[in-house]
């Protein structure tokens, strides 16, 4: 059943103008301090053009080495230094076009530049401050290299076998949004700046590394397996993403693009097909309903161990829980369609056009709920759908009871906040 889209283009451009709101610029110093607390996303000096990541990745010692290179513009005059997010790793050397510069790090404050709750102060205030030989001038374009290496213990998480779990293997994978791809990688951490992104990660032989954007190829390295990957789509730096392990992969198109599944060796394609086997039909349908073809040139989605979230819309790589995989017994009352939908949705809401600021996170997340329930809609009639509305409908209302709250908030991580599906729930039901 086609669902009619009334006054889609019109929820476009509301979307869109809210995107491009920016926050006020930060008040100049020439002291070096954390980023403000008042700001979501922070003022900047530098816009951000392309980000090269170089590294090794050692699953079975959980560690990585290597490094970063961000292609900058400065972006107002007599720029002296350069401000990234660095958190808990060891920063061997820093080169601005080849040259090495001197830097900082870690820089301690004593407040958070982070918004997340979970943050502690002494880790997050810490940044890499760089300084320059000479002031930049408004439109130079500069090479900033960073040499680093670490054990992350947040934003990307390795696993091991276990005594007694036969089905533990060595894996590791990435999880950024909103703001702990910091903990693997100096960069901007901020929602207010994209960049085009290529990686390179070398793993032992016998396992697969998948990246945002499209494989370049793969070649021997100091008897390491490379596998080079590129987006020449800008993306913000939440959603860079590294996943890497043993794994099945099934491969379909849709046109011209590749659809992967990967999945735990021993899965079988009749199992992964019962997860993602919709795929196809969903980005047909989301790519109807826009009017907007899916807009990059890959689509993978991998199920890894032990995920903190049901599924992350990492840009043409999504990451997903282990419960996608489920036998035909458990099919017969259990689907997962609703998640490959929502994450699926995020190729447009969230990745495609994004928030500047983490305040406006329902307009990722209210549009993929809503697009999620569209396509329930779509397959399975429009009973289903309105069911599934008028039920989030109601508890949205319930909440509101308890405590009304609207959906341009802090970020809902953020101390204080308790309704956490604000922006889900109270955003599909605006869309609505």
């Known amino acids: 059943m086609k669902i009619t889209r009334p006054g889609?283009?019109?929820?476009?451009?509301?979307?869109?103008?809210?995107?491009?709101i920016l926050p006020p610029a930060a008040a100049g110093s020439d002291?070096?301090?954390?980023?403000?607390?008042?700001?979501?996303?922070p003022s900047r000096d530098f816009d951000v053009e392309h980000t090269i990541l170089d590294l090794d990745l050692d699953l079975k010692n959980q560690s990585i080495a290597g490094s970063v290179t961000h292609i900058l513009t400065a972006l107002k005059p007599g720029v002296k230094v350069i401000r990234l997010n660095c958190v808990a790793l060891n920063v061997e050397k820093v080169t601005i076009d080849g040259r090495p510069v001197a830097f900082d790090h870690p820089v301690p404050g004593d407040r958070s530049t982070s918004?997340?709750?979970?943050?502690?102060?002494?880790?997050?205030a810490d940044e890499l401050v760089i300084f320059v030989r000479e002031p930049f001038k408004r439109g130079i374009t500069f090479d900033l290299e960073v040499h680093y290496y670490g054990e992350p213990k947040v934003g990307l998480y390795f696993v091991a076998p276990e005594k007694g779990i036969s089905e533990k293997r060595y894996e590791v994978w990435s999880q950024g949004e909103g703001e702990d791809n910091r903990y693997w990688i100096p960069c901007f951490d901020y929602p207010n700046d994209k960049a085009t992104f290529e990686a390179r990660y070398r793993v032992d032989e016998g396992y697969y590394a998948l990246s945002n954007g499209v494989l370049q190829g793969t070649r021997e390295v100091d008897g390491k397996i490379e596998y080079h990957w590129k987006l020449d789509t800008p993306q913000v730096s939440y959603l860079i993403m590294a996943a890497a392990g043993e794994y099945e992969i099934v491969e379909e198109m849709w046109r011209d693009v590749p659809l992967m599944y990967l999945v735990p060796p021993g899965t079988g394609e009749e199992t992964t097909r019962r997860a993602y086997g919709l795929t196809p039909d969903m980005v047909d349908f989301f790519s109807d309903y826009t009017g907007i073809d899916y807009p990059f040139k890959k689509y993978a989605q991998v199920t890894v161990q032990n995920f903190i979230y049901g599924g992350m819309e990492n840009t043409t790589a999504t990451v997903m829980n282990k419960r996608m995989l489920y036998d035909d017994h458990m099919g017969v009352t259990k689907t997962q369609q609703g998640l490959v939908a929502h994450e699926l949705a995020h190729m447009w809401w969230g990745d495609m056009v994004t928030c500047a600021e983490w305040s406006h996170l329902w307009l990722n997340e209210g549009f993929a709920t809503s697009f999620q329930q569209l396509y329930r809609g779509y397959h399975e009639g429009d009973d289903a759908f309105r069911y599934e509305v008028d039920?989030?409908?109601?508890?949205?209302?319930?909440?509101?009871?308890?405590?009304?709250?609207?959906?341009?908030?802090?970020?809902?991580?953020?101390k204080g906040s308790k309704n956490s599906a604000n922006v889900y729930t109270k955003g599909q039901g605006v869309l609505h």
């Open 31 to 41: 002291r070096i301090k954390p980023d403000p607390l008042s700001y979501v996303s």
């Open 115 to 124: 918004w997340i709750e979970t943050a502690a102060t002494t880790e997050s």
């Open 391 to 414: 039920e989030r409908y109601r508890k949205t209302i319930a909440k509101d009871e308890k405590e009304a709250r609207p959906i341009v908030v802090d970020f809902y991580n953020r």
């Open 8 to 20: 889609f283009t019109r929820l476009l451009c509301i979307a869109v103008c809210t995107i491009l």
